[in-house]
């Protein structure tokens, strides 16, 4: 069973340009999750999909990130502009019932800085 | 507001000894806790878990502690093993998962 994909792996911009970040999870999982977690922290949930609905994006900044979900597989997060607090890994991690009701599977992460 | 907390961010333990990893929470809603490991450059993943309904579960190697009462869990290995070297995160989960800051283990050979 192939895991989630990621990609880029790394990101360099400068603050005030834009970036975007794209996922592909586990084949079947309906719940797909973006974190961004932040050196020295642990993973803070940004936004929740299940399918290509959205769950929860109580602590996505909207004024400067979104994302999307189209047609409940791949999902893109995006960040315009970015400021020099967003240097972090984005995590995505995808969901299904049939794996335990909370187990997780993430990607390997981008790692953003903004110089 | 950290709901989550991880207050030791390292820890050095001798193979084949005892590893106890410590998380508290401050949110008595939360009905299910997780312990994730972490190598470098990889993503999370997870390891055990726990439903508040109960005080243990026992994986191999692995064992989660959960103290409704005092808002504490702890992940026990035994015997520890050099590759077990790595961040552990917990996580619990109301409807919304959060995380603590993790804790570096060391197993020294």
């Known amino acids: 069973e192939a895991g989630v994909a990621q990609s880029p792996r790394y990101k360099i911009i400068e603050k005030r340009q834009s970036v975007a970040f794209w996922c592909n999870p586990i084949?079947?999982?309906?719940?797909l999750y973006w974190y961004q977690q932040i050196l020295g922290q642990g993973p803070k949930l940004l936004i929740q999909?299940?399918?290509?609905?959205?769950?929860?994006d109580s602590q996505l900044p909207k004024d400067r990130f979104s994302a999307e979900r189209l047609k409940g597989v791949d999902s893109t997060l995006k960040i315009q502009p970015a400021k020099l607090e967003d240097s972090a890994v984005y995590l995505c991690?995808?969901?299904?019932?049939?794996?335990?009701?909370?187990?997780?599977?993430f990607g390997p992460g981008t790692r953003l800085t903004v110089t | 507001d950290q709901q989550v907390k991880q207050n030791s961010p390292s820890l050095s333990v001798q193979e084949g000894r005892i590893s106890i990893l410590n998380c508290d929470y401050t949110?008595?809603?939360?009905?299910?806790f997780l312990w994730y490991k972490k190598y470098p450059a990889e993503g999370p993943t997870f390891l055990i878990s726990?439903?508040?309904?109960?005080d243990k579960n026992e994986d191999g190697r692995f064992t989660v502690f959960l103290n409704k009462s005092a808002k504490h869990l702890s992940l026990h290995i035994v015997p520890s093993q050099p590759g077990d070297s790595a961040v552990y995160f917990c996580a619990a989960s109301d409807e919304q998962f959060y995380f603590g800051t993790g804790t570096s283990l060391t197993v020294i050979p």
């Open positions: 949110n008595s809603m939360f009905d299910y």
């Open positions: 084949s079947g999982h309906a719940t």
């Open positions: 991690a995808s969901s299904s019932p049939q794996g335990g009701p909370y187990e997780q599977y």
């Open positions: 999909f299940q399918n290509n609905g959205v769950v929860d």
């Open positions: 726990i439903s508040s309904i109960k």
